[in-house]
């Protein structure tokens, strides 16, 4: 007689759990294991996710550039090649920044740049909705209209299918096309929940209440600011401003410049590139300060990280905007609580010249997420083909344990909100 042993799928969270920040799962099938992500968590000091002993890792999926994702690793670079897979555009972005991140973290950082060089020399470029082989297990990337590049990963074992959402947002945006759906059944989903406890506007609105408001600032003779990151958000509102024709003068700075250019050699990423290379070409691009200068005083737009107001050419101009009445400051991004920008929404108050200050100048924040809210996150459970075991990762503690809860009420499918170290076989 034989006797049949199911082949099981191993899944082991190794951070990124009921929190934001160095995102990591191992998947282990037979005779293989990869790592989803291995990112870093973006503390006063860099916080890395449990360390798995690099012998037992096959290979690394990298989703996307984001630190939180691609941070660490380079760890297994240091005294080793492991192979990387990712879009081609998506290590561009992770080179730009990782850089960054060694130049203004690197005392904390167990690796160096020639350890990012060695990583990225291990890059393996993936198409979307191209499977490939790793061992006995099989990878597919799909995409998730996070940010360019961007991807969700089914991983699939001789018997068992896993979707990981990784960072994903269902609805299109002007730089992007929504997530797409998986295909076929899921046994598997792991999925984020940045904004489980928040419904969207609707984006077209979000998009033409900014616009009239900048129009207001602007032809009052203001200057307004619009702190974003420098990967994604950046081009997002270039791309809403070249959508919406705005008139007035457009100015954008620091690392999103170089962003700007990656994206521009990569025209498959983005959803209408005629559209991106209209949005970069009128906008003006810093060259140095006494453009820096300029713009400050100039009505106009300001585009410029840091998307928290947490550093970056934005506090230069934080310097000269917040002080005027005539000004505003537009937030577009999420702002962790306790951020500079997050006490400038609550309090309209910022460290100005060594000292915090009441800022005159206008605020206002707008929803321009690259991440499914509420809605879009049970819908995507819900169109999951298959009975599919669910765990909820990628959010604040009470967000992870409230949509956990709400799909197994609703929907009826078995969810777990892990915690780090867990190990669940499927
Ligand atoms: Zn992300
Ligand atoms: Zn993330």
């Not at 792991?190 to 408001?213: D, G, L, P, V, W």
Request: glycine share 8%; aromatic share 8%.
């Amino acid at each position: 007689m034989v006797i049949l042993i199911p082949k099981k799928m191993k899944v082991k969270f190794l951070g990124g759990t009921k929190e934001v920040g160095r995102s990591a799962i191992a998947v282990r099938s037979t005779n293989s294991q990869i790592l989803l992500d291995y990112g870093v968590l973006m503390d006063r000091t860099p916080g890395f996710p449990m360390h798995i002993p690099p012998n037992d890792v096959d290979a690394i999926v990298l989703t996307h550039a984001h630190l939180d994702h691609s941070g660490a690793i380079p760890i297994f670079h240091v005294n080793g090649r492991k192979p990387v897979y990712g879009t081609s555009l998506s290590f561009e972005l992770s080179r730009l920044l990782i850089t960054d991140f060694i130049y203004l973290s690197g005392y904390y950082l167990p690796y160096e740049y020639i350890d990012l060089q060695n990583m990225l020399d291990c890059a393996i470029f993936v198409d979307y909705h191209t499977p490939l082989d790793i061992g006995d297990l099989k990878i597919q990337l799909i995409e998730s209209g996070h940010i360019p590049g961007g991807a969700q990963v089914i991983v699939e074992s001789e018997e068992k299918r896993l979707l990981y959402t990784s960072d994903f947002n269902t609805i299109d945006s002007q730089l992007l096309k929504g997530a797409s759906q998986a295909d076929g059944e899921i046994d598997v989903l792991i999925m984020e929940s940045t904004y489980a406890n928040a419904e969207h506007e609707n984006r077209e609105e979000t998009e033409k209440r900014f616009i009239e408001k900048l129009y207001e600032v602007v032809e009052n003779g203001g200057t307004v600011l619009v702190p974003a990151f420098s990967v994604g958000r950046s081009q997002e509102i270039l791309c809403v401003l070249a959508a919406y024709d705005f008139k007035y003068s457009i100015t954008v700075d620091g690392m999103a410049k170089n962003a700007n250019k990656i994206l521009a050699a990569h025209p498959t990423f983005l959803r209408d590139y005629q559209l991106f290379m209209n949005a970069i070409n009128s906008a003006k691009w810093i060259k140095g300060w006494r453009d820096r200068r300029l713009a400050a005083k100039k009505p106009g737009v300001i585009v410029s990280p840091a998307g928290m107001l947490k550093g970056g050419n934005a506090i230069f101009y934080m310097n000269s905007i917040a002080k005027k009445k005539e000004n505003a400051i537009f937030l577009v991004s999420y702002q962790v609580p306790d951020s500079p920008g997050a006490k400038l929404l609550e309090r309209k108050q910022f460290v100005l010249g060594g000292k915090m200050k009441k800022v005159k100048a206008d605020v206002d924040h707008f929803n321009f997420t690259s991440h499914s809210g509420k809605t879009q996150l049970l819908d995507t459970a819900k169109k999951t083909k298959g009975n599919a075991k669910v765990f909820i990762i990628h959010g604040a503690e009470e967000n992870c344990q409230t949509l956990a809860q709400i799909i197994e009420d609703e929907i009826g499918l078995e969810t777990h909100a892990p915690k780090s170290g867990e190990i669940y076989t499927i």
